[in-house]
């Protein structure tokens, strides 16, 4: 897909939030697009002052919701024999889904929240899910909980970045990593708080 990300970044500059959003949707339907390239250049955007923040978020976290229920419709109506028949055409790599089912086997519902903070597995975990039938309403609170931090995370990195946002594709996965230990650390700082606070 490398050989396309200049013809997305061009959609992106085209077309604004719609683009956004839709590319989210496409990478949230487990299409091998990174996020951190458009809320990457996202960021850049808004840097420039092309753009607007909180409208950069929202175009973002509408159209991953919007892939992420669509995959997990696929998963509940076609289950996994479905996917291993039909996956590969979509670029789904079998050894990416079986890493999501581990995931899930393991943590459950909860496992929908923070696969969502880890490379590759944040946008397939949506199949396992769907294949075990979780409750809607649970799916798209864990999956928007896991999913705004990271995106407005991505897209401020790429404010801070400016013309340089490119730096975090570079770094590949241990760029994600890195920013899934920033969240993580930021929850538990938060929970802690509050705990404190209450006694």
């Not at 973002?60 to 696929?74: D, L, N, P």
């Amino acid at each position: 897909m490398e050989q396309y990300s200049t013809i997305f970044l061009e959609f992106i500059a085209s077309w604004g939030y719609l683009a956004i959003a839709l590319l989210m949707a496409v990478e949230n339907a487990c299409i091998p697009i990174p996020s951190e390239l458009i809320l990457g250049f996202a960021g850049y955007l808004v840097s420039i002052g092309h753009i607007d923040f909180a409208e950069a978020v929202a175009a973002g976290m509408a159209g991953g919701m919007a892939g992420s229920i669509v995959t997990y419709y696929i998963g509940y109506w076609g289950g996994r024999p479905f996917i291993n028949k039909y996956g590969k055409y979509f670029f789904m790599k079998q050894s990416h889904i079986d890493t999501a089912q581990r995931w899930f086997d393991k943590y459950g519902i909860k496992a929908v929240f923070f696969s969502r903070l880890l490379p590759v597995v944040r946008t397939f975990i949506s199949l396992p899910a769907g294949f075990a039938g979780v409750d809607m309403k649970k799916f798209i609170l864990f999956t928007f909980a896991g999913s705004l931090p990271w995106t407005i995370l991505i897209i401020y990195i790429g404010i801070l970045l400016g013309d340089n946002w490119k730096k975090m594709l570079a770094i590949g996965h241990e760029f994600s990593l890195i920013i899934s230990a920033i969240i993580i650390l930021a929850v538990l700082y938060l929970y802690f708080r509050h705990r404190k606070k209450q006694k």
